[in-house]
């Protein structure tokens, strides 16, 4: 998993395949992810 900014406008699109990130020099498709990427009750390690 990797994090990055983008503007406020942009992050309304949740289009696949639409960013990309960069890591280690090479370019990797991103999308956004509007959930956060922990589960704080638990409840995804349950079901």
């Known amino acids: ?11 309304k699109d949740e289009s696949a395949g639409l960013f990309e990130i ?8 991103a ?3 509007v959930e956060p990427p922990f589960d704080p ?3 995804r390690m349950r079901s």
């Open 1 to 11: 998993m990797a994090q990055g900014y983008l503007p406020t406008a942009l992050s």
């Open 31 to 33: 999308r956004v992810n």
């Open 22 to 29: 960069e890591i280690l020099g090479r370019r990797r498709p």
């Open 41 to 43: 009750e638990g409840h």
